[in-house]
T-cell receptor, first 114, second 112 residues
Framework: GENVEQHPSTLSVQEGDSAVIKCTYSDSASNYFPWYKQELGKGPQLIIDIRSNVGEKKDQRIAVTLNKTAKHFSLHITETQPEDSAVYFCAASRRHSGTYKYIFGTGTRLKVLA | GAGVSQSPSNKVTEKGKDVELRCDPISGHTALYWYRQSLGQGLEFLIYFQGNSAPDKSGLPSDRFSAERTGGSVSTLTIQRTQQEDSAVYLC??????????FGPGTRLLVL
């Protein structure tokens, strides 16, 4: 079946360094890729997304890149801060029976060390 | 504007009891989703509602799980005869287009 692999499962970086999280998807029909940040005790919050007609998207310190040929996409966080510490989830989705079905990765726990 | 809200935020119940979890989607969002997140795991799709269409129940793990959405807005997820393996965070999301989903804070269910 369809799946999304996410790596690494945990990531520790020094404050100010960059963090990169990678996801690989199996369904070549996937065309929408959101990233969510989940802080302890809270629901996932959308931080950035990308559609399949775009190769890269940036929003301040956050960027996402997409390689459709290789079927992988990555989240890049630059100049990390302690408040970036959270669990990050990627998802791949495509339109199916009137909606977009999300397949989520298993999450990356990011720790930014002050 | 107001986001997705869920209640209760925490629920402790005894094995065998029924529980009801509530979700209030963002106003005007026609699509509503329920997910389950077990400790340290990703999000598992449970059920999806879109307008007046029949719900997509393909993710419900057993017939003890059911959900309804009244008036195209509020949704209730019911778990009957709860088991310890039902302990998890239950997340609700809503969407206006179906493409981008916005999540609520979740209900943390603990079955003793």
């Amino acid at each position: 079946g369809e799946n999304v692999e996410q790596h690494p499962s945990t990531l520790s970086v020094q404050e100010g360094d960059s963090a990169v999280i990678k996801c690989t998807y199996s369904d070549s029909a996937s065309n929408y890729f959101p990233w969510y940040k989940q802080e302890l005790g809270k629901g996932p919050q959308l931080i950035i997304d990308i559609r399949s007609n775009v190769g890269e998207k940036k929003d301040q310190r956050i960027a996402v890149t997409l390689n459709k040929t290789a079927k992988h996409f990555s989240l890049h966080i630059t100049e990390t801060q302690p408040e970036d510490s959270a669990v990050y989830f990627c998802a791949a989705s495509r339109r199916h029976s009137g909606t977009y079905k999300y397949i989520f990765g298993t999450g990356t726990r990011l720790k930014v060390l002050a | 504007g107001a986001g997705v809200s869920q209640s209760p935020s925490n629920k402790v119940t005894e094995k065998g009891k029924d529980v009801e979890l509530r979700c209030d989607p963002i106003s005007g969002h026609t699509a509503l989703y329920w997910y389950r997140q077990s400790l340290g795991q990703g999000l598992e799709f449970l059920i999806y509602f879109q307008g007046n269409s029949a719900p997509d129940k393909s993710g419900l793990p057993s017939d003890r799980f059911s959900a309804e959405r009244t008036g195209g807005s509020v949704s209730t997820l019911t778990i009957q005869r709860t088991q310890q393996e039902d302990s998890a965070v239950y997340l609700c999301a809503s969407s206006s287009t179906g493409e981008t989903q916005y999540f609520g804070p979740g209900t943390r269910l603990l079955v003793l």
